[in-house]
């Protein structure tokens, strides 16, 4: 480029996080004592308007080149050569979904930063709290600006990092930090697939640049996209192993079935930090990571199939989980799992561009709207959490009266959960039904089912919170709570509100062009009514107290018993962590440690002691005994030369 | 009478240098000691002088060698004179028997 680069500024929006992280971080405690949620606040503010500017600049100024949005390169930094064609570089990428993410990124975080300056208040560890989230804000920003298969990689460690640190925020609780320490092993496990794939994409296209890659992994007659497919290894073609242990690092880190079991015990941490890992950061990182290389995966189809299954699988067992649950924290954990899913699903049965691309869209389209309706859902649970002090939805009933702003922000959010028009989430949703009907029968049908019981759960969540009993008797001290944690409820539930009219259709496509899509009244019909009809169940059941929910639950019987406890699948990983691995693996590894490589060390030590216990006496401070062996080497040495010299 | 020949000399240096070998050994007194290197520097400067007149007679090298053996050995002997004072501050004896702590 010629001309002077008009994205530098960029390169602020995560590196502003950065700086109020290392700030906050090393002198917060003792300087910012008070200030450090202003602080972090407004530096988010300032991050948060460059991303709204950079996505005006993008979409409306300079983005498109011919009609089409351009993959733009803002920056980039050689930062390890390795050989001449082989470097990992540090750069920033703009194209329609990092432009998207920056903004939900940066807006979520704001709002949970809003937040927390009320939820938060005299917190002993306010400042590390707040440095921390900037930690949070700024990987999840390097993450989704990283121009570099292995620079996004180091940012997903970060994000791992993070949410390790956020969720064993309240660290002198046990069960917080085993979650913690869960939710890390977990996704660090799902990261080996990820690091795996990196290879092995990296090693056939010869390149860890993402444009260089995804350019040469998809014309068919490049000679590294003959290698790739070509070489195969049980059966599947290396781009197929690539492509799907890329997708389970991102798995483990959105959550996806059979790795989701970190994202319940995640509710640990303190709740505004779950809707920032629920709506902006963290759970969305593997649906971007598809995103990211979709136009690799949509030359594969079994890649492809795998990412299906996986995603609308977990979507309708985290939805049938979430009927069951009583923390209201958990249920919208399984929520979150259920509404990834479907994003997941939307990007395995979509193509690369035009019409065929709608499930592409639709998913980026799901994201977007849920971000803010599920940031909305976390942050109305957690201005109750800090009114009754309890998770537990037995606890809570009759809030409506005390806490009005909450109770219209919420019943919004569930709204658009559910896909009611004209809420945003109707939009997204139906996008993603549409694009399923047309690729995959099965895979609609099950969605539509999932949403239907969306519906019913989130509704079943609703009523108890808010309606089911009468006003408690002990009514909130404090009234509903502080402002600072009433403005995010009431922005974000108008976004929530109107989230659905943006019309990412036209801007964030696989290919850049836009889509034109309508909601088809007739295809939108059977949907909607079933969410209706969840919703209508939901009110019959949950609106006042009876005793109609225990009596389904009691007629299920040991089905309810299995999902109550989410399919035992924790119990199982227990089973086969405690029982196989540690037993099988683990006790003759340690077996070997302790006598034979321990044996080793020891028997070395040994002779050699032995060996030094018996020549010590030389070294006996005697000056003669000393000259003696002196005398002796020397003439042993004049023996030995003689002997030489005279041979 | 009998010229005096090499071997004649190299017998009296070898004769002197088992005799400060012999006194490196037994004695115990520091200064005896000090006393027994000298004897052996001094057998090694007779035979470089030796060796010097009788097979190199044009040359001094093996003359400058001496000297340079007996300015050594001076700075030695108050090197080592230096050292059995200290010895004899620290242990009230100059024997080296009673100096043996620097063992194992």
Not at chain 1, 96 to 123: A, D, N, Q, T, W
Request: one cysteine or more.
């Amino acid at each position: 480029m010629s001309h002077m680069n008009p994205y530098v500024y960029i390169a602020f929006i995560p590196l502003l996080p950065l700086f109020v992280f290392l700030l906050l971080g090393l002198f917060g405690r003792r300087y910012f004592k008070t200030s450090s949620g202003t602080t972090g606040t407004i530096s988010l503010l300032v991050t948060a308007a460059l991303s709204i500017y950079a996505a005006y600049q993008y979409f409306f100024v300079s983005g498109k080149t011919d009609g089409v949005y351009q993959k733009i390169i803002a920056m980039k930094y050689t930062w390890l050569q390795f050989s001449p064609n082989v470097s990992i570089d540090m750069g920033i990428i703009l194209d329609p979904i990092s432009v998207m993410m920056i903004v939900v990124v940066s807006f979520v975080s704001l709002m949970v930063h809003i937040f927390s300056l009320g939820y938060m208040k005299g917190e002993e560890r306010f400042a590390t709290y707040f440095a921390f989230l900037s930690l949070f804000t700024f990987s999840m920003l390097g993450l989704v600006l990283s121009s570099n298969i292995f620079q996004i990689y180091i940012f997903w460690e970060l994000v791992g990092v993070s949410s390790y640190l956020l969720i064993g925020f309240y660290f002198e609780k046990p069960s917080a930090v085993a979650a913690s320490k869960k939710a890390f092993i977990v996704t660090r496990f799902a990261d080996l697939g990820f690091l795996v794939g990196i290879l092995i994409l990296a090693f056939y296209s010869g390149t860890l640049d993402f444009g260089v890659l995804i350019s040469r992994l998809t014309s068919l007659q490049s000679p590294e996209f003959l290698a790739i497919t070509s070489a195969s290894f049980m059966g599947a073609s290396m781009l197929t192993w690539g492509l799907v242990l890329v997708f389970i690092g991102g798995a483990g880190k959105s959550a996806m079935f059979p790795l989701h079991v970190w994202l319940p015990d995640a509710m640990e941490g303190p709740t505004p930090v779950s809707a920032l890992i629920h709506a902006a950061t963290m759970v969305v990182a593997g649906v971007f990571l598809v995103a990211r290389l979709f136009p690799v995966f949509c030359f594969d189809p079994s890649a492809l199939q795998v990412v299906t299954y996986t995603g609308v699988f977990s979507a309708l067992i985290a939805a049938v989980i979430a009927c069951t649950q009583t923390d209201i924290k958990r249920i919208l954990a399984f929520s979150t799992m259920s509404q990834i899913g479907f994003m997941m699903f939307a990007l395995g049965v979509s193509q690369y561009g035009g019409e065929q691309g709608l499930g592409y869209m639709a998913s980026m389209f799901h994201l977007f709207t849920h971000a803010f309706f599920k940031s909305l859902l976390f942050l109305c649970a957690g201005a109750v959490i800090h009114l009754v002090h309890s998770n537990n939805m037995k606890d809570m009933g009759g809030l409506r009266k005390i806490m009005p702003v909450t109770h219209i922000s919420f019943l919004i959010a569930c709204l658009a959960i559910s896909g009611i028009p004209p809420f945003s989430g109707f939009f997204s949703k139906e996008d993603i039904l549409l694009a399923a009907y047309h690729s995959n029968k099965l895979v609609y049908a099950i969605a539509v089912f999932t949403s239907a019981l969306t519906a019913f759960y989130m509704f079943r969540l609703y009523y108890a919170i808010f309606w089911s009993k009468g006003v408690p008797s002990s009514a909130a001290p404090h009234g509903e709570a502080a402002m600072s944690m009433k403005i995010p409820l009431v922005i974000l539930a108008v976004c929530s509100l109107l989230g659905g009219f943006v019309p990412i259709a036209s801007w964030v496509t696989s290919d850049g062009l836009p889509l034109h899509t309508g909601i088809d009244m007739a295809f939108s019909a059977l949907p909607v009514l079933l969410a209706l009809g969840g919703i209508t169940l939901a009110t019959y059941l949950y609106k006042s107290e009876n005793d109609r929910p225990e009596k389904i639950a009691s007629s299920l019987g040991s089905f309810y018993k299995l999902v109550y406890h989410k399919f035992y699948i924790d119990e199982v990983y227990l089973f086969i962590t405690k029982k196989i691995i540690f037993n099988c693996i683990g006790a003759p590894a340690a077996w070997i440690d302790k006598h034979i490589v321990d044996g080793f060390m020891n028997l070395l030590a040994s002779v050699t002691e032995k060996i030094s216990y018996l020549i010590k006496g030389m070294q006996s401070g005697k000056l003669q005994n000393y000259a003696l062996y002196f005398f002796c080497g020397i003439v042993g040495l004049a023996v030995l030369f003689i002997y030489i010299t005279h041979n | 009478m009998h010229p005096i020949t090499l071997t004649h000399i190299l017998f009296v240096s070898t004769a002197l240098f088992f005799i400060g070998m012999f006194g490196l050994f037994t004695r115990r007194n520091m200064i005896t000691l000090l006393m027994a290197v000298e004897l052996i520097l001094n057998s090694v400067n007779i035979n470089f002088v030796a060796f010097n007149k009788y097979l190199y007679p044009g040359k001094l090298d093996g003359v400058f060698f001496a000297i340079f053996i007996i300015t050594i050995a001076a700075a030695e002997a108050a090197v080592a004179i230096a050292i059995i004072i200290n010895l004899f501050r620290s242990h009230h004896s100059i024997d080296v028997e009673d100096a043996s702590e620097m063992k194992y």
